[in-house]
């Protein structure tokens, strides 16, 4: 057996997806008799003799149940699902449906039309600064410096030259008023509101921390509206869909967090391993064949220079420290 094979068996797969065996290269192993596979809570099977070459072991704990609305590809031998978005040419045609006139399928044809022909790109926004002490969302407007980094975020996407086609935002103040600012910079440009796009628990994360556990019931809640924010909005283009299009999302970290990994088929877990700037930019490119690459993450290239335990805002030449923020909430 190959090494790229005995690779493909990697560990937990998905984050806890259908894959639940490890293999790593080792010298021949003996042989063992018994069957081809020995039954396994669940339904699973393992099996009982490791190849020429692999040794096979057992999950390890460090693998966590998987939410139940996160669907894995099963059976496919590969770790890209490239129906994800469920949008897949021939997952949407009916092959039982023939030409009444021929009797045939025509499938190529019919394939053809439901091909997406346009690459989406997607600017995906963490909202600026905001008023920390606020009880209410509405008390929580943006700070000056704020304002400033959503000005500077603004004139960075005018500068991309870019058509852009619509902003969506989320309904909270501090992404609403970041929207504003930035929409300045961008005439024109028709601006959505949503609450799917709203900040939460989108699941819990692996490895847990100390300093930030919500309850059980906000993952319930919150996990589910992320995720249909997700699949409302990150997928390939429409097959009706001619040209590239570039769209801009305002929201917050835990959302793009999610979003990024989900769109990747990484461990959505992993989530909070990652860390965005206020007023940062992640793009991401979704092309017709269903690929997504993910160009930037967190980006404010040289507007924001992090220093412990202050940031530097440069802003035409003139420098100022300020207290950092959590590049969480």
Not at 39 to 66: E, F, I, K, M, N
Not at 161 to 184: N, P, V
Not at 253 to 265: D, P, S
Not at 314 to 322: E, P
Request: hydrophobic share 35%; glycine share 8%; net charge positive.
């Amino acid at each position: 057996m190959s090494v790229r094979r005995a690779l493909a068996l990697a560990a937990c797969g998905l984050a806890g997806g259908s894959v639940l065996l490890s293999a790593v290269v080792v010298g021949k192993q003996p042989a063992r008799g018994g069957g081809d596979s020995e039954p396994r809570p669940g339904g699973s099977a393992v099996p009982s003799a490791a190849p020429p070459g692999l040794l096979l072991l057992p999950p390890t704990a460090s693998c966590p149940p998987t939410a139940g609305w996160i669907e894995r590809p099963a059976g496919t031998g590969s770790y890209w699902d490239s129906n994800w978005d469920r949008r897949e040419p021939l997952a949407l045609i009916n092959l039982k449906k023939k030409n009444e006139e021929t009797g045939e399928e025509e499938l190529a044809s019919r394939l053809d039309h439901c091909k997406a022909k346009a690459t989406r790109h997607i600017f995906l926004i963490r909202h600026s600064q905001y008023n920390l002490d606020g009880r209410a969302d509405k008390d929580r407007t943006l700070t000056p410096l704020g304002r400033e980094q959503a000005e500077l975020t603004g004139h960075r996407l005018a500068s991309l030259g870019l058509k852009f086609d619509q902003i969506i935002h989320s309904s909270m103040t501090r992404a609403t008023e970041t929207t504003e600012i930035i929409s300045k910079h961008l005439p024109g440009v028709k601006k959505i509101s949503t609450d799917l796009l709203r900040e939460g628990a989108p699941i819990e994360p692996d490895p847990p921390v100390s300093h930030w556990k919500p309850e059980a019931v906000q993952y319930y809640e919150d996990g589910a509206r992320i995720e249909a924010a997700f699949r409302n909005f990150i997928h390939r283009a429409d097959a009706k869909q001619e040209e590239d299009s570039y769209e801009i999302f305002v929201c917050h970290a835990n959302v793009i967090r999610y979003i990024v990994c989900r769109a990747l088929q990484f461990p959505p877990e992993g989530w909070l391993r990652l860390s965005l700037n206020n007023g940062s930019i992640t793009h991401l490119v979704i092309r017709p064949n269903g690929r997504v690459a993910l160009r930037t993450l967190g980006d404010t290239g040289k507007r924001l220079v992090w220093e412990q335990p202050c940031i530097t805002l440069q802003l035409k030449q003139k420098s100022r420290a300020i207290p950092p923020q959590s590049s969480g909430l």
